[in-house]
Each structure stands twice: as C-alpha cells, then as structure tokens.
C-alpha cells in the first residue's frame, strides 16, 4: 500500500465519523459549516459534503479539530474511531486494533504492536499524566480533611455514629489526610522536578496547593500567605509552616517569625 491510498482512508474514515456525528447530533451539513465558521475555521458547505461523499479525498489538522469542536467529539477518535472499526493502518500497512492505535497516537503506549523495532518516547505524557493524578489525589484529601475539620465535635451528628470516641477516630483520620498530603506534596514536586529535567514547564499549581512549590506561585501571593496555607493543610504551628516554606522557597525566614499555635 502506498502512502497516497493510506492517506485518502484515513480520510474517508474521518469523513464516515464526521458524518455519522452530524446525523447522530440532528445536524445538517450547513449546520455543521455554520458552526466551523462560529469557531473561526469556515469550512464551506460545498467543501463539506464533497469531503463526506469521498470526492475531496484530504482533511487537515485544523479542519479535524473544528470538525471536532463543533461535532462534540474527541478529536483522535475521529481518525480512531473505537467501537466503530475493529482494526485500522495507523501508518502504511501498520494493522492494528483501533484501540491499540488511539493509545498509541495519545502517547499511553510507546508503540504500535505490529512495530516491533521503533518505540516513541511517551515520558513527557507520562509525566503530565501522574501530575494530573497526584494533584487531583492531593485535592481530594485536602476536601476530605476539610470536612473532617468542619464535623468534628458536632454533637447533633453523634447520634449517627457508632464510635465510642467520634473525636478520637476523626483525630486519627486527621493524622492520616495530614500525612498522605505530605506525600503526595513531595511526589508532585518530584514529578515536577523531573518535567524540568527533561525541558517541560511544569502545570501551574492552584493558589492553596502552591506550596508545594514557593517559586511557581502566582504573582501577588506572599510566602507568608503560602506559610498559613500550610499551616491550616498539614496542622502544624505557623511558624514551623513559615520555616518549611521559606526553606523550599530558598530564602531565610524571618528572624521575628514566631508559632502561633496549630491552624
């Protein structure tokens, strides 16, 4: 098979996806040209159903993401249609199942299965994925742990528990959210630290998590606002939360810094 025919499937299989989005959604073809035009890319409606009866035998990039935005759809399972099609060419005579093929474009494998030679270099992906993980993880401790604060010692809830000691328990559960956002504070600035190793910028961090790493904060928040944040999150003195941060910050506390009790 040569590079020319591959091309021309791979876009009359988009043109099939486009399609069978546009009928699935009530959408006519002028409808559809309407809104690529709304998005900023016109696609005229001409262009558009010669492209779907396979007359206009080429899709570019930008035309794919439009058809995507305005269909509702991810873009990759336009040219990977799961569910659809048990098997594609991702490349010239490269079979593979269309799942095998989505993952592979998408960076989660390192390599089709019928490339048994050459593999791509998936770290980066990788990488913005366990961030991704970690900082939702540490999100949703700090949520939990929030509401552990916001019900302990509630009396009209005790009624609903069966712990001889509730504060006892919500004590303890306390220690544990407190210990796994350390954690996973460290994790995320490791995995951070490995993006710049490698040339990446890391996300930026939301305000209450930027903590975990002083020197990305945005502008306007000081290492003293950081230090109460800390404070309140890990349940320790101001002052040991102003020392942490400054130390991460790599500047001296302040030598008036003094504890103010646990947050």
């Given at each position: 098979m040569t590079d020319e025919p591959w091309?021309?499937?791979?876009?009359?299989?988009?043109?099939?996806?486009?399609?069978?989005?546009?009928l699935r959604r009530g959408m006519s073809a002028q409808q559809l040209s309407d809104a690529c035009t709304r998005l900023g890319h016109p696609i005229a409606r001409?262009?558009?159903?010669?492209?779907?009866?396979?007359?206009?035998?080429?899709?570019?990039?930008?035309?794919l993401l439009v058809f995507a935005r305005a269909l509702e759809v991810p873009a990759v399972q336009l040219v990977f249609p799961i569910g659809q099609a048990d098997t594609v060419d991702a490349l010239p005579d490269s079979p593979a199942t269309t799942w095998e093929a989505l993952k592979w474009f998408t960076g989660e494998a390192n390599r089709l299965p019928s490339d048994l030679e050459k593999t791509q270099d998936v770290e980066a992906v990788q990488l913005y994925r366990e961030h991704e993980r970690l900082?939702?993880?540490?999100?949703?401790?700090?949520?939990?742990?929030?509401?552990?604060?916001?019900?302990?010692?509630?009396?009209d809830l005790r009624e609903f528990r069966r712990e001889a000691d509730?504060?006892?328990?919500?004590?303890?559960?306390?220690e544990l959210k407190v210990d796994r956002m350390r954690d996973l504070s460290d994790?995320?600035?490791?995995?951070?630290?490995?993006?710049?190793?490698?040339?990446?910028?890391?996300?930026?961090?939301?305000?209450?998590?930027?903590?975990?790493?002083?020197?990305?904060?945005?502008?306007?928040?000081?290492?003293?606002?950081l230090a109460r944040t800390v404070a309140y999150t890990e349940r320790i003195s101001l002052a040991e939360a102003v020392?942490?941060?400054?130390?991460?910050?790599?500047?001296?506390?302040?030598?008036?810094?003094?504890?103010?009790?646990?947050?």
């Open positions: 091309a021309a499937q791979i876009a009359r299989a988009v043109a099939g996806e486009v399609r069978r989005h546009r001409s262009v558009l159903a010669n492209f779907e009866s396979g007359r206009r035998p080429t899709v570019s990039i930008p035309e900082v939702l993880d540490w999100w949703t401790n700090r949520q939990e742990m929030d509401q552990i604060i916001a019900t302990r010692g509630r009396t509730p504060d006892a328990i919500d004590d303890r559960l306390l994790a995320i600035a490791a995995v951070r630290q490995e993006m710049r190793n490698l040339g990446l910028t890391p996300p930026q961090l939301g305000a209450e998590a930027a903590y975990v790493e002083p020197e990305s904060f945005s502008e306007g928040t000081t290492l003293d606002e020392r942490k941060v400054y130390r991460r910050a790599g500047e001296a506390p302040p030598e008036n810094s003094r504890g103010e009790g646990t947050q």
